[in-house]
């Protein structure tokens, strides 16, 4: 289609000289010729055998050698065992300081640490926050995740920092690790937790190392993206100064690239955040632990307990370092009334009196022999939330006149929406899925990008995983035609009023650092075992970021538009029809896209309660310790997620190149 000219588009009649249905016309073409014959070649419905390659054995193989030689080999002895080694030192030595700070220090540290970022009230609040954590009864297990978390982040955020260096200064790097860090943050985390283990053994550095591989990508994309996007003319500036690639890089590059590095490690936190349930599987200990022993128990109380601190560790942490993005209050106060020496002492010198403060604090409280949290000072709050299960479980879940129950909509759901999907797409010739996922592809995007999404739902069929991958793409399809309803409806009225944005705020928040695992006790005692409670959960779990993507693109639209369209007279219906959602399409494009990745993300961990399909297989694979199970279904996973982004996500065309 890239080499049509003008005068063949002038010589086609009118209709078809839109790129959409010229490409509608080549497709129907095409299924007309190829249909019959990849019909009468591939008569049913699966993937053929000849066409599948069995990693099993290889795997296997693998398995087996890194368990016989780990104690032996050297690169066991004298590389990982010593990566192993400083991983276990460096978490144990944060986790001693935080246990000799004690829990008055270390709230005074965080405090300190906020009112410096961001001022009074957000000290107030982290304050309050670590308060709570002691209050809740989950004092230690909430310093050994923080321990964790820290070495976690700052390794993360060094490993991101250097591949972001790279890519950000290399054109052919950038090309070179982009599907790698595609890879690292689609792969579910317990197709990687099982190689993870299998070298570093369970305990805390597998936990440390997973969580790196999780929560690096972020900051080494949001770094080369700064670096990238620096101001051309004060590099021009520089270097006609006479400063080498070395001076450009520190003085100019890196100063210029702030707020996007601050973001990557706000993101690089929130990311590490959601790994510490997920990581207590494999010995993370600390909050993690404690949630997924309620899951095992079904004990919804204990798990709320357990997840609070992490929402509360979550919430803190996005809000200091996102506060970090700007001048800080004591920098703006001073800001016009001083010389930049004078800010820079004032700075100084209340820096020093937070240490003071921190330290005289820590001091007192370990003279005072209150080091560990008061246990007359908890609140126990898991008997009250199992009562309020038991009752909802009791009045909701079936019996309820006229309306039925959660039960009765968790099997009307699945018979009439996830079988019907999962029945259609098995029963589709394997040929033509790939021609449906082709042609969805090449519209709204480029023909590469129709390539990249057929080439990715094929190696799904040459993995042998066709359909469990078919299985889990029907609840995926389910999930998020859900998802996107409710969303875009509540992003749409959190957009018209402010009031309403404001009360919805804190619940998006606290929906979007819950951690997965958490979602699933209340939906199995809400909706029982099965494929619903898993795409419900996974609902509960992409609706924030579909709403909050929605309302602001559609806050962003031009004022003068939007006041051009109310000069005319348009009502508020046509206001938002006519104007708002065209001109808020790439926003609400990018709103389906995280939807379908969060989505997919959360559908798998359903494999816990009876997801079934790919997610049983990962989680089998990890629980049996089968490698080629687990590694094959994570990476028919990762394929079945690039499939889903490029068909949801159209490319930038360039006019030059055509369709």
């Given at each position: 289609?890239?080499?049509?000219t ?13 790129p ?7 497709l129907a073409v ?14 049913g ?7 599948t ?12 050698w890194?368990?016989d030689?780990?104690?032996?080999h ?9 990566v ?6 460096s978490?144990?030595?944060?986790y001693?300081?935080l246990l000799a700070a004690?829990?008055a ?15 009074v009230?957000l000290?107030?609040?982290t304050?309050?926050?670590f308060?709570a954590?002691?209050l809740?009864?989950?004092?230690v297990p909430?310093m ?10 700052l390794a993360s955020?060094a490993?991101g920092?250097l591949?972001?260096l ?9 090309r ?5 860090l595609d890879?690292m943050?689609v ?6 937790l ?14 440390v190392?997973a969580t ?13 993206l ?28 890196i ?21 510490a349930?997920?990581?207590s ?12 022993q309620?899951l ?6 204990a798990?709320?307990?357990?997840g ?8 803190v ?5 996102g ?8 920098r ?11 800010r ?16 005289a ?14 246990t ?7 008997e009250?939330v199992?009562?309020?299960v038991?009752w909802?479980?009791a ?11 959660t ?6 759901f ?6 019907p ?7 589709l010739?394997?040929?033509s899925?790939l021609f449906v996922?082709?042609a ?5 995007g480029?023909?590469r ?28 399809l389910a ?12 992003g749409?009225a959190?957009?018209r009023?402010?009031?309403?944005e ?8 606290v ?9 699933l006790?209340p ?19 992409a609706l924030?970021?579909v709403v909050?993507?929605?309302a ?12 051009s369209a ?11 029809r ?8 790439p ?7 995280q939807?379908?990745v ?20 990962v ?13 094959v279904?994570?990476?028919?996973i990762?394929?079945l997620?690039?499939m ?16």
């Amino acid at each position: 289609m890239a080499t049509i000219t003008a005068s063949a588009l002038r010589s086609t009649p009118g209709a078809l000289r839109h790129p959409a249905l010229r490409k509608l016309a080549v497709l129907a073409v095409l299924a007309a010729v190829l249909g019959p014959l990849a019909g009468a070649h591939w008569a049913g419905s699966t993937w053929p055998h000849e066409l599948t390659v069995d990693l099993t054995k290889p795997l296997t193989g693998a398995s087996t050698w890194i368990i016989d030689n780990r104690d032996s080999h050297p690169l066991f002895l004298y590389f990982f065992g010593y990566v192993s080694n400083a991983v276990v030192i460096s978490v144990r030595a944060v986790y001693l300081f935080l246990l000799a700070a004690g829990w008055a220090g270390v709230t005074a540290l965080g405090a300190a640490v906020a009112w410096r970022v961001a001022g009074v009230r957000l000290a107030l609040g982290t304050a309050a926050a670590f308060l709570a954590c002691g209050l809740l009864g989950m004092w230690v297990p909430t310093m050994q995740t923080l321990a964790l978390m820290v070495v976690a982040v700052l390794a993360s955020v060094a490993v991101g920092a250097l591949l972001g260096l790279a890519a950000g200064l290399s054109d052919r790097m950038d090309r070179a690790l982009r599907p790698v860090l595609d890879t690292m943050q689609v792969l579910p985390a317990f197709a990687y937790l099982l190689p993870v283990v299998l070298v570093f053994g369970i305990g805390v550095p597998a936990a440390v190392l997973a969580t790196v591989v999780y929560a690096a990508p972020p900051m080494a994309r949001l770094t080369a993206l700064g670096l990238r996007g620096a101001d051309a003319e004060v590099l021009e500036a520089v270097e006609s100064l006479g400063a080498t690639g070395r001076q450009r890089l520190l003085t100019a590059r890196i100063p210029l690239a702030r707020k996007e590095l601050l973001l990557g490690l706000n993101q690089t936190i929130m990311m590490a955040l959601s790994m510490a349930v997920i990581a207590s599987v494999i010995g993370a200990g600390g909050l993690g632990d404690r949630v997924y022993q309620a899951l095992a128990s079904v004990d919804v109380g204990a798990a709320l307990a357990a997840g609070i601190p992490i929402v509360l560790l979550a919430v803190v942490l996005d809000r200091v370092t996102g506060a970090a993005g700007g001048a800080s209050p004591a920098r703006a106060a001073s800001g016009a009334s001083g010389s930049r020496e004078r800010r820079g002492a004032r700075a100084r010198l209340g820096a020093l009196a937070a240490v003071a403060a921190v330290v005289a604090v820590a001091l007192v409280a370990r003279l005072a022999g209150r080091l560990d949290w008061p246990t007359g000072w908890t609140v126990a709050i898991a008997e009250p939330v199992n009562r309020a299960v038991d009752w909802m479980t009791a009045h909701l879940y079936s019996g309820v006149p006229y309306i039925g129950g959660t039960a009765d909509w968790a099997g009307h759901f699945t018979t009439w929406v996830l079988d019907p999907v999962r029945s259609g797409l098995q029963w589709l010739p394997w040929w033509s899925v790939l021609f449906v996922v082709a042609a969805l592809a090449w519209l709204i995007g480029t023909w590469r990008t129709a390539l990249t999404a057929v080439l990715a739902m094929a190696a799904i069929g040459v993995l042998g995983v066709w359909q469990p991958s078919l299985d889990t793409l029907s609840q995926v399809l389910a999930a998020v035609a859900v998802t996107l309803v409710v969303g875009f409806a509540t992003g749409i009225a959190a957009a018209r009023s402010d009031r309403f944005e404001k009360l919805l705020r804190p619940v998006l928040d606290v929906c979007q650092t819950m951690p997965q695992f958490v979602y699933l006790i209340p939906v199995v005692a809400l909706f029982g075992v099965g494929r619903a409670p898993a795409v419900a959960a996974a609902v509960v779990y992409a609706l924030p970021a579909v709403v909050r993507i929605t309302a602001q693109g559609l806050r962003q639209v031009d004022p003068a538009a939007m006041e051009s369209a109310r000069s005319l007279g348009a009502t508020g219906g046509q206001q938002l029809r006519q104007v708002q959602l065209p001109l808020a399409r790439p926003a609400l494009l990018l709103a389906v896209n995280q939807g379908v990745v969060l989505v997919l993300a959360v559908v798998i961990i359903g494999g816990l309660v009876g997801g079934g399909a790919l997610g049983y297989q990962v989680v089998f694979g990890l629980a049996q310790g089968d490698l080629a199970t687990g590694l094959v279904a994570g990476v028919a996973i990762v394929c079945l997620g690039l499939m889903l982004d490029r068909v949801t996500q159209p490319a930038r065309r360039d006019a030059r190149k055509g369709a």
